[in-house]
């Protein structure tokens, strides 16, 4: 069974040998304006959106300052975390698509179904982030608007480490995925039949977004350990929806 930090592992070593390593150096430069950008944004503002934010709680609820305030801090940075990581993505996601092709290539020796263009394939993969948009937007809208809820935003944390994790395997998961002609829906699917693997590999991917400045070369190895899980464990599941019971993993 390929658990999900070998599959990271091997994926960092890959894309940086010869042949792969021309598909990785574009994404990062990019990444690293956006990163510089929006870092100096956040620095000048987030006492601001702090200040705000604990000026809403209710007097009743001032002697748990002392946990709210930590809480506050904490969702914020999960905010602006999924904000960094939706615009990046966006920018990157042309590039990351064919590092995933390469990768696959590479690993399985066979050509992955995606018969487009380079130009249509660019195209698509854009629109194919857009779709992921719609679907992660109105979810993290609902867990900022809990964020704001006196009590129940105590969990808020907890919740948004559990979003942020599904989040981040569809985000790379996707890549090898829409090169295999899997619908956005179907991969949906896909990932919910093989939670654990799911949600583990989110979750290292998480962790490695959380490295200052390392993230951006550690990050294509994510995309090649995506092709890495969806060949050991996605692959084989076929369509789901037709009520047939997915085989088990190997």
Known sequence: MLDAFTALSRGTRLVYTRGLRRYVFLPILANLLVYG?????????????????MAMVPGWLEWLSWLIWPLFVISLVLIVFF???????????????FLAEKVEI????????????LV???IDALGRELVKLSYIL???AILFVIS????????????????TAW???ITYLDYPMDNNKVSFADMRRRLAARRWPTLTYGGWVTL???????????????????????????????????????????
């Open 120 to 122: 249509r394939t660019a």
């Open 148 to 163: 704001w809820i006196p009590v129940i935003n105590l969990i808020a944390p907890l919740l948004w480490a559990a979003f």
């Open 167 to 169: 989040t981040m395997a």
């Open 37 to 53: 950008s929006m870092l100096a944004y956040v620095l000048g503002n987030f006492g601001g959106w702090l200040d705000g934010w």
């Open 208 to 250: 490695i977004t959380w490295v200052p400045l390392a993230n951006l070369f550690l990050l294509p190895g994510a995309v090649a350990a995506a092709v890495l899980m969806w060949d050991r464990h996605y692959r084989e599941l076929g369509p789901l929806g037709n009520g047939a019971a997915p085989p088990r993993p190997r």
């Open 138 to 140: 109105p979810r993290m």
């Open 106 to 117: 590479e690993v399985t020796g066979r050509m992955p179904l995606d018969d487009r263009g």
């Open 83 to 97: 904000t960094f990581t939706l615009v990046t993505h966006l920018i990157a996601a042309p590039f990351y698509g």
